[in-house]
């Protein structure tokens, strides 16, 4: 099966000020192999999307007759268009303007003025995830179009949804490793926590084997976070922590694709429920968590509590157990509380081995 190559991607650019569409464009032509076009207002961008499908939108909120986030909620009405990621760039910096961006569609937020390493590295990471996703998209038509083969096709196409799938944890694992200096060795971990949790909670084979792939994506939500939130040292503001919590939502909208198996999105959107319902931000309880959740929100807190962060030191692993156990239905499902303490000593080698 020949894929046919992907050609440049084309990027467009909307803002009201000629100035700001020149300065972008510039950058992006010098460092990306990249097509440009260029938008002054919302009508012509949704005049443009009837003919010229970009695979990326840069989007200023401040204009003139439709604003930013009008188009991003009538580019999402459109079924060619709902596809295409937006990344808002906008000299808005209040925590309620972002919190609406991603309600209405977007991605990605980039305040001005930018740092231009940043925005470069911010495109990529959403060009690539694009790609992979319209690949395997193209993909699965082709392979549909071969019903007749079906034995050979179910085995294809699994094959093709695991490479993919792994290709597409990689690009959101950097894009996380970029964001947040914390991240590279603690999403490993919990990988690993969560297959071991999995395992001895009575899980299947192919349950625990998808577990270990997706659990890294736990907090992929957070490269919509600025880091002013998420590096701050000290205690959140009620308003910052309203904002840390959308990164379950963003984690839920970056991975919301029919193609995603559901237990990626299932895992960044739980994570933070809570046993007795108390948790974020859906409120639910029980075993109306999905399993998968459950086990990475054991596992991150372990791995939260027992590493240093900006905000406090590492707890020693007998308080960690201690707070754990106490927690024991309440935030935690019991029986993979349970599941934690007949393999403890496991956990403790993984979390030696990735230090």
């Known amino acids: 099966?020949?894929?046919?190559?992907?050609?440049?991607?084309?990027?467009?650019?909307?803002?009201?000020?000629?100035?700001?569409?020149?300065?972008?464009?510039?950058?992006?032509?010098?460092?990306?192999?990249?097509?440009?076009?260029?938008?002054?207002?919302?009508?012509?961008?949704?005049?443009?999307i009837e003919h010229d499908l970009p695979d990326l939108i840069l989007l200023d909120i401040m204009m003139p007759g439709i604003d930013g986030f009008q188009v991003s909620r009538l580019l999402q009405d459109k079924?060619?268009?709902?596809?295409?990621?937006?990344?808002?760039?906008?000299?808005k910096t209040d925590v309620e303007s972002k919190v609406?961006?991603?309600?209405?569609?977007?991605?990605?937020?980039?305040?001005?003025?930018?740092?231009?390493?940043?925005?470069?590295?911010?495109?990529?990471?959403?060009?690539?995830?694009?790609?992979?996703?319209?690949?395997?998209?193209?993909?699965?038509?082709?392979?549909?179009?071969?019903?007749?083969?079906?034995?050979?096709?179910?085995?294809?196409?699994?094959?093709?949804?695991?490479?993919?799938s792994l290709g597409l944890v990689t690009v959101l694992e950097n894009a996380n490793?970029?964001?947040?200096?914390?991240?590279?060795?603690?999403?490993?971990?919990?990988?690993?926590?969560?297959?071991?949790?999995?395992?001895?909670?009575?899980?299947?084979?192919?349950?625990?084997?998808?577990i270990r792939l997706?659990?890294?994506?736990?907090?992929?939500?957070?490269?919509?976070?600025?880091?002013?939130?998420?590096?701050?040292?000290?205690?959140?503001?009620?308003?910052?922590?309203?904002?840390?919590?959308?990164?379950?939502?963003i984690g839920h909208r970056m991975l919301d694709n029919a193609e995603i198996d559901p237990?990626?999105?299932?895992i960044a959107y739980f994570h933070h429920e809570k046993w007795d319902g108390s948790g974020y931000v859906n409120g639910l309880s029980g075993e109306a968590i999905p399993l998968e959740a459950r086990i990475v929100a054991l596992?991150?807190?372990?791995?939260?509590?027992?590493t240093v962060r900006v905000y406090k030191e590492a707890f020693p692993v007998s308080e960690a157990e201690r707070i754990i156990l106490a927690e024991k239905g309440s935030h935690f499902d019991p029986r993979v509380v349970e599941a934690y303490f007949k393999r403890k000593e496991e956990f403790l080698r993984i979390k030696e081995l990735l230090a």
């Open 263 to 266: 237990m990626a999105r299932n």
């Open 100 to 164: 609406e961006a991603f309600r209405n569609g977007g991605v990605d937020y980039v305040t001005k003025p930018f740092n231009k390493d940043e925005l470069l590295a911010r495109v990529k990471a959403q060009l690539r995830l694009k790609n992979l996703q319209d690949e395997l998209r193209q993909k699965n038509r082709m392979l549909a179009d071969r019903e007749e083969h079906l034995s050979h096709l179910v085995d294809e196409k699994t094959r093709t949804i695991e490479k993919m």
């Open 214 to 249: 997706y659990a890294s994506l736990h907090d992929v939500g957070k490269v919509g976070i600025a880091d002013a939130i998420l590096k701050k040292p000290g205690n959140y503001t009620l308003e910052e922590f309203e904002a840390m919590k959308q990164h379950v939502v």
């Open 79 to 91: 079924q060619q268009a709902r596809e295409i990621p937006i990344i808002f760039i906008t000299a």
């Open 1 to 48: 099966m020949v894929i046919p190559a992907k050609i440049q991607n084309k990027i467009l650019i909307v803002d009201d000020i000629a100035q700001n569409r020149r300065l972008l464009a510039e950058l992006l032509v010098q460092s990306l192999d990249c097509q440009i076009r260029m938008a002054a207002n919302g009508a012509a961008v949704l005049d443009m």
């Open 177 to 210: 490793l970029a964001n947040d200096d914390e991240t590279g060795n603690h999403i490993r971990r919990v990988s690993e926590y969560a297959t071991l949790l999995a395992d001895t909670y009575g899980a299947d084979r192919t349950f625990v084997k998808r």
């Open 299 to 306: 596992a991150d807190v372990f791995d939260a509590l027992t």
